[in-house]
């Protein structure tokens, strides 16, 4: 279309392999509530597909999620990573391993372990 067109470089900016883009139907979701630094409330949230079900799916999800007290999150950085898991029972329980894993001695200490581990 002609917006496609017009915003081509922004798109090619945000997708690898670019090759144009389509039309999809769109739905909303929510409320979903969000607990983060950035982001602290409730939102609907749009999502596109042509599979009817998936968005009832969403939709109940995201209202029992917030009905639990929502989803807490926090943003460390923004890049594309790919990395190894790590659970944690609390997102204060992750932010504490964050802060003691971001030290120069405990991330080689953690990248040795990882790479080990790969090695399998």
């Not at 017009?6 to 607990?35: D, H, M, Q, W």
């Not at 409330?41 to 007290?69: F, I, N, Q």
């Not at 204060?92 to 964050?98: K, R, S, T, V, W």
């Not at 894993?101 to 991330?107: H, N």
């Amino acid at each position: 279309d002609e917006q496609s067109v017009r915003e081509a470089a922004l798109y090619k900016n945000s997708c690898e392999n670019y090759v144009g883009t389509i039309k999809f139907p769109v739905g909303v979701i929510g409320p979903l509530r969000v607990n983060g630094e950035y982001a602290d409330r409730e939102y609907m949230v749009p999502l596109a597909t042509h599979e009817r079900t998936l968005l009832a799916s969403y939709d109940r999800g995201a209202k029992a999620a917030t009905e639990s007290g929502g989803i807490t999150t926090r943003i460390k950085r923004r890049c594309m990573l790919r990395a190894p898991v790590f659970r944690f029972g609390t997102v204060a329980e992750a932010n504490d391993f964050y802060r003691y894993a971001s030290s120069a001695e405990v991330k080689e200490l953690l990248s040795d372990v990882v790479n080990e581990a790969l090695d399998f």
